[in-house]
Antibody, heavy 119, light 115 residues
Framework: QVQLVQSGAEVKKPGASVKVSCMAS????????INWVRRATGQGLEWVGW????????GYAQKFQGRVTLTRVTSISTAYMELNSLGSEDTAVYYC????????????WGQGALVTVSS | DIVMTQSPDSLAVSLGERATINCKSS????????????LAWYQQKPGQPPKLLIY???TRESGVPDRFSGSGSGTDFTLTISSLQAEDVAVYYC???????????FGPGTKVDIK
C-alpha cells in the first residue's frame, strides 16, 4: 500500500535551518510529484512547494522563494524539504503529499512532522 | 496568485442536519479545454493529515461517503454534508490546482462542529 513516512519532530533556534524527510513506498517514486504543505497552530493549510522526483524540477510558493529547497534521493525513494532562516512563524506541522497526476490533487499524505522554532 | 476565500469561518450543525460551506476563488478555475473546474475539497481532523474528499469540484474520491457532495463552477463552489455525523467534525478546506506551473492555494478553512 502507498505510504509516505516522514522524519520526526524537530526543535530549532531562530535563524537555524531544518531538513524534513519523506520516504515513499508502495508505488514508483519517480512517477508522482511530491508537494509540501504546512499548518501552523491555529492557522490553515499553506502550500510550500512541489518537486518532480524524476527530473528534480521544483516550484515554490512566492512566500518561501529563496528560503526553501526541495530535493530527493531516488535510490531510497525519499524527498526532502529544507527551510532556512527559521523564525517563530515557521513553527508548524509540515506534511508531504503525493500528487495524483490524473486529477492533480493530493491523494496520499505523510503523517506530518512538527517543527518548533524557539529560543 | 489565485486567492481562495471560504465562508463561514465556522459553523455548528445538529446531528443529521445539513452543513453547507462556500468557497470562492479570485479568478475562474474552470479550464475551458476540458470543461473541468480545478477545485478540490479536503477534510482535516485533529492530529491527522488532510484527506481528499472531492476533486473536479464535484467528483467524490473513492471511499468518501455519499453524504458529501460538491457543486459550483468558475469562481463559486459549495461543499455540502447532507446529514452531519459525529465523525464529520473537522476543518474543511477548498484548494485550487488551476495555476500553472503548479502554484496551489488553499482556502482558510471552515471548522464544523456539532450543535
Amino acid at each position: 500500500q502507498v505510504q509516505l513516512v516522514q522524519s520526526g519532530a524537530e526543535v530549532k533556534k531562530p535563524g537555524a535551518s531544518v531538513k524534513v524527510s519523506c520516504m515513499a513506498s508502495g508505488y514508483t517514486f519517480t512517477n508522482y510529484n511530491i508537494n509540501w504543505v504546512r499548518r501552523a497552530t491555529g492557522q490553515g493549510l499553506e502550500w510550500v512547494g512541489w518537486m518532480n522526483p524524476n527530473s528534480g524540477d521544483t516550484g515554490y510558493a512566492q512566500k518561501f522563494q529563496g528560503r526553501v529547497t526541495l530535493t530527493r534521493v531516488t535510490s531510497i525513494s525519499t524527498a526532502y524539504m529544507e527551510l532556512n532562516s527559521l523564525g517563530s512563524e515557521d513553527t508548524a506541522v509540515y506534511y508531504c503529499a503525493r500528487n495524483e497526476p490524473r486529477t492533480g490533487t493530493f491523494d496520499y499524505w505523510g503523517q506530518g512532522a512538527l517543527v518548533t522554532v524557539s529560543s | 496568485d489565485i486567492v481562495m476565500t471560504q465562508s463561514p469561518d465556522s459553523l455548528a450543525v445538529s446531528l443529521g442536519e445539513r452543513a453547507t460551506i462556500n468557497c470562492k476563488s479570485s479568478q475562474s478555475v474552470l479550464y475551458s479545454s476540458n470543461n473541468k473546474n480545478y477545485l478540490a475539497w479536503y477534510q482535516q481532523k485533529p492530529g491527522q493529515p488532510p484527506k481528499l474528499l472531492i476533486y473536479w469540484a464535484s467528483t467524490r474520491e473513492s471511499g468518501v461517503p455519499d453524504r458529501f457532495s460538491g457543486s459550483g463552477s468558475g469562481t463559486d463552489f459549495t461543499l455540502t454534508i447532507s446529514s452531519l455525523q459525529a465523525e464529520d467534525v473537522a476543518v474543511y478546506y477548498c484548494q485550487q490546482y488551476y495555476s500553472t506551473p503548479p502554484f496551489l492555494t488553499f482556502g482558510p478553512g471552515t471548522k464544523v462542529d456539532i450543535k
